[in-house]
C-alpha cells in the first residue's frame, strides 16, 4: 500500500513543480483578421534549469500550427557556414588584424588577450565576429551556453512532436550581410569600444542586467533597458539600437501580420529586447491596428 502512496505522492509534485516553472522573458498574445497568436521573447543563452518552460508557452507551442524565429540555426549549417564566411571572415588574413596599424593591433591584440581569445586564431574575422564571440564569452563568464538559448529549446520541442513547423523571419544570410554592412573602419571602432567596455565591467554589468529581466520576466527593468538603450550614443550603443534593433522589427512586425492573416495559434518567438521600447515589435503591431495583450 505504500508504494501506491508513494508513487502518487512524486506524481503530484512533479505536477506541481512544473505547473510553477517560472515566468521568464515577456509573452504577448496578438490577435488580428480573426486569428491570434503568442510572441514570447526569448534570450539566446541559456542555462539547463530554465527547462522545461513555464506552462502557458509550453501550452501553446504544443498547439501551434508553426513555430516563427528570427533563424531556425539548425535548419541549414552549411548555409550558416557559407554565409559566415562570405560576411564575417576576410579572404586575405592581411585585411585582418595584420592589416592594422602597429600600435593599434597591439592595443587590441593585448586586449583579446585579457578576454582569453588567441589573436592568432581571429586573424581572418571581420571585427563585428569578433564582437560576436566576445559577447559569448561574457555569456560564459555569467554561466550561459548558447547551445541552451530560448530559441533553439523552443525548435528542439517544435521537432520532436513532429506536427509545428517551423519558419523563419529572417535568414542568417541577412543577418550577417546586415552585420557585415558597417564599414570597415566602424567595425574596428565597434571592436575596440567592445573591449573597452569589458575591461571597465560595463558589458558584463549590463548582459546580466538583461539575462536578470529575462530570468525574472521584469518588465520595469526591461523599460530601463529600453531607455538606455535609446538614450546611448556609442558606437555600440547606436549600432545596437539602429542597426541590430530598429531595422529588423519593422519587417519583423510585417510578416508577423502576414502571419496572423494566414492561420491560428501560431506561436512567434525573438530575441527579447525586440520587444522592448516605443520601436520595439509589440508598439509597431498595435500601430498596424494589431491588438496586443501582455500577459508577462
Known amino acids: 500500500m505504500r508504494r501506491p502512496i508513494i508513487v502518487v505522492f512524486f506524481s503530484l509534485f512533479l505536477l506541481a513543480f512544473q505547473a510553477l516553472a517560472a515566468e521568464r522573458g515577456a509573452l504577448f498574445k496578438v490577435s488580428g483578421s ?6 514570447y ?3 539566446h543563452a541559456g542555462r539547463p534549469d530554465f527547462y522545461p518552460l513555464e506552462p502557458r508557452i509550453r501550452q501553446a507551442l504544443e498547439a501551434a500550427p508553426t513555430l516563427a524565429l528570427e533563424i531556425d540555426t539548425a535548419r541549414d549549417p552549411a548555409a550558416m557556414a557559407a554565409a559566415l564566411q562570405q560576411h564575417g571572415m576576410y579572404g586575405n588574413p592581411r585585411l585582418g588584424l595584420a592589416g592594422l596599424a602597429p600600435e593599434r593591433r597591439q592595443r587590441i591584440e593585448t586586449a583579446l588577450k585579457r578576454q582569453g581569445l588567441d589573436p592568432a586564431a581571429l586573424k581572418q574575422l571581420k571585427p563585428w565576429m569578433i564582437v560576436m564571440t566576445l559577447a559569448v564569452i ?4 555569467m554561466g550561459y551556453d548558447p547551445r541552451l538559448g530560448v530559441d533553439s529549446h523552443l525548435a528542439e520541442q517544435a521537432r520532436s512532436k513532429g506536427k509545428t513547423r517551423i519558419a523563419e523571419l529572417e535568414s542568417i544570410g541577412y543577418q550577417a550581410a ?3 554592412r558597417l564599414k570597415d573602419e566602424d567595425q574596428w571602432k565597434l571592436l575596440e569600444e567592445t573591449l573597452e567596455h569589458m575591461a571597465s565591467g ?3 554589468r549590463e548582459s546580466r542586467e538583461l539575462f536578470d529581466a529575462y530570468e525574472r520576466a521584469d518588465q520595469a527593468a526591461l523599460e530601463r533597458i529600453a531607455q538606455r538603450m535609446e538614450e546611448d550614443d556609442s558606437i555600440s550603443g547606436k549600432f545596437m539600437r539602429e542597426l541590430l534593433m530598429d531595422e529588423r522589427n519593422g519587417p519583423m512586425a ?3 501580420v502576414s502571419l496572423l492573416g494566414r492561420e491560428n495559434n501560431a506561436v512567434v518567438a525573438v530575441g527579447l529586447l525586440h520587444l522592448v521600447g516605443k520601436r ?3 508598439e509597431l ?3 498596424r491596428g494589431i491588438k496586443v495583450e501582455r500577459i508577462y
Do not use: W
Open 34 to 39: 480573426g486569428h491570434s497568436l503568442y510572441l
Open 41 to 43: 521573447g526569448t534570450i
Open 138 to 141: 561574457d555569456a560564459a563568464k
Open 178 to 180: 546586415l552585420l557585415d
Open 202 to 204: 560595463r558589458q558584463l
Open 254 to 256: 510585417d510578416k508577423i
Open 280 to 282: 520595439g515589435v509589440p
Open 285 to 287: 503591431l498595435r500601430k
